[in-house]
């Protein structure tokens, strides 16, 4: 009896149609007003942008040189020898690197602690 009590109230509430299934309109049991917030009106966002270039120091005119003299060049530094990476990476190691003026130290509690070198 219960069983049939459980299934009768279940087929009555999926009998009543929903607010948005009608368009809105009256009828069909439905339980209050459904409405839908519409989407304020905001202007659109407008970025301001600039153009920055190079500084005067920084301008180096293009040259111009004959296709014969182009290849030449390229040849040149094609021709020029390179530094292998075993040598950059060496080159590396031995420059001097700048110390920090600062260091952070533990003290005896546990807290970080900053100090001067």
Not at 7 to 35: C, E, F
Not at 88 to 116: L, Y
Request: a positive charge; charged letters at 15%.
């Amino acid at each position: 009896m219960k069983l049939f009590l459980a299934l009768g109230g279940l087929l009555l509430i999926t009998a009543v149609p929903a607010q948005a299934q009608l368009g809105g309109g009256a009828g069909g049991g439905s339980i209050g007003h459904v409405s839908f917030p519409t989407v304020l009106s905001i202007p659109p966002t407008q970025f301001n942008s600039t153009v920055v270039s190079g500084s005067a120091q920084d301008f180096v005119p293009t040259s111009y040189v004959s296709f014969d003299q182009g290849v030449e060049q390229g040849r040149a530094l094609l021709a020029a020898k390179h530094k292998s990476v075993a040598e950059v990476a060496q080159e590396n190691n031995r420059a001097a690197r700048p110390k920090a003026k600062v260091a952070f130290v533990q003290s005896d509690d546990g807290a970080a602690m900053i100090t001067r070198r």
